[in-house]
């Protein structure tokens, strides 16, 4: 007779010590007497369910058995209160077996000869070195007319410069501005310099020439612009550009000295000593002035 878990109803078979689904003690199982009413085969004496038209036990027909009564014990599942919660059964611990790592064969990758390309890196990380330097000790020099926002600006490797939040806003900002004033010149020259200072130098020429489409003789802005496509390491463009400025001011000395910068960062020796020579010969006791003069001893163009 099947018997049935006290907390959790599930039936239990015979033999079972444990509710398989709750882990509960079998011997806590109910059993309980009930009464119920029966019809009794005339043939063999079966006792049989009331519904029921012929015997089970031997087929005979039930239509004159007699009801009687039968008082028997049977084993009744108990359905939980609501807030009894059945106990899960302990987890079971599985031991996991690692398996040893496997060794993973080293692969050979194949090394393919870069001296060519190993040559033009070294060759351009030494044209970076000059540029640093020269702009570290403040031998290119901008335009003493600009206020350019130097706190806004850090340096960073190759040349290139790291830009606050701030100066990002404001460049923003101004270029927002620009778009309902296009007329403000003093609006866009500032975000020139914003542009040239932040490293944004593309930009910062694209302003600088809108503005000199309309102020096209000052020169101390096409000076700025020039230092934007030296930056750029646009030599050829920077030396042009300078010249035009040196055209308008011929004694200017900012464009004389970074006309001598420019044309010794070519490589063009006798042309860098010329300006240098004649910014000595025109503001001798200018700092630019001091400067060519080292230049010019360092170099060997005395």
Not at 89 to 105: D, G, L, Y
Not at 138 to 165: I, R, T
Not at 188 to 204: E, I, R, V
Request: glycine share 4%.
């Amino acid at each position: 007779m099947p018997s049935f878990c006290t907390l959790c109803g599930t039936a239990l078979a015979e033999g079972f010590k444990f509710c398989p689904n709750c882990g509960a003690a079998t011997e806590n199982a109910v059993v309980k007497t009930v009464e119920r009413e029966m019809l009794k085969c005339t043939n063999c004496g079966e006792d049989n369910q009331l519904a029921a038209v012929t015997c089970a036990g031997c087929g005979a027909s039930l239509q004159d058995a007699a009801i009687v009564k039968e008082v028997v014990t049977e084993s009744v599942p108990v359905k939980l209160p609501p807030t009894v919660v059945a106990p899960k059964a302990a987890p079971v611990s599985k031991k996991i077996e690692k398996k040893p790592a496997e060794k993973k064969t080293a692969e050979k990758k194949t090394v393919r000869p870069e001296k060519t390309r190993l040559i033009l890196f070294i060759a351009a990380l030494a044209v970076v070195a000059i540029v640093v330097i020269l702009y570290t000790n403040g031998v290119f020099d901008h335009s003493p007319a600009l206020e350019h926002q130097q706190d806004n600006v850090a340096s960073m490797p190759e040349g290139k410069n790291k830009v606050s939040l701030a100066a990002m806003q404001d460049i923003a900002m101004l270029e927002e501005k620009m778009k309902t004033s296009p007329d403000d010149m003093e609006s866009l020259l500032s975000l020139a310099h914003l542009c040239n200072d932040a490293g944004l130098y593309d930009k910062a020429i694209g302003y600088y020439k809108t503005y000199l489409g309309r102020n096209p003789k000052e020169a101390e802005v096409i000076i700025d612009m020039g230092v934007c496509f030296f930056s750029l390491k646009q030599y050829d463009k920077a030396d042009s550009v300078m010249k035009a400025a040196i055209k308008l001011s011929p004694n200017h000395p900012i464009g004389l000295y970074n006309l001598g910068i420019v044309n010794l960062s070519r490589g063009k020796m006798e042309d860098a000593k010329k300006w240098f020579s004649l910014l000595v010969e025109k503001h001798p006791e200018s700092e630019q002035a001091k400067q060519a003069k080292e230049l010019l001893k360092s170099h060997s163009m005395n």
